[in-house]
């Protein structure tokens, strides 16, 4: 599996910015993307993720309401594009973001254990 992130770039705080995760490679046909996120010093955390069976999603409390994560409306069960609309971003949201795909076996969609595969990241810089 390939997974590679674009998007990201330097945003005023309150700004927006949409990522892109291309996925490729898939095998299986049962598989979740998520996408986490880690600021210099800090653990990586998970932020959003969605399912290629039902599209279901779900998110970290912080972003409720302001992140929307999606999927291309491919056919194909091979390869994927996802996408994190990022809206009122805040400066300590500042981080690396990454995309990462597997089939989870169930502890939490957000949890980074649960994913083998995954991008080289995409940096978002959130200004005060």
């Known amino acids: 599996v390939e997974l590679v992130e674009s998007g990201g770039g330097k945003v005023q705080a309150g700004g927006s910015l949409r990522l892109s995760c291309a996925a490729s490679?898939?095998?299986?046909?049962?598989?979740?993307i998520g996408w986490f996120h880690q600021a210099p010093g800090k653990v990586r955390e998970g932020v959003s993720c969605i399912s290629s069976i039902d599209g279901s999603t779900y998110y970290r409390d912080s972003v409720k309401g302001r992140f929307t994560i999606s999927s291309d409306n491919t056919e194909s069960t091979a390869e994927r594009t996802v996408y994190l609309e990022m809206n009122d971003l805040k400066p300590e949201e500042t981080a690396i973001y990454y995309c990462?795909?597997?089939?989870?076996?169930?502890?939490?969609?957000?949890?980074?254990?649960?994913?083998?595969?995954w991008g080289q990241g995409t940096q978002v810089t959130v200004s005060s």
């Open positions: 990462a795909a597997d089939t989870l076996e169930g502890y939490g969609c957000i949890l980074d254990f649960e994913y083998g595969a």
């Open positions: 490679g898939f095998i299986f046909d049962d598989y979740t």
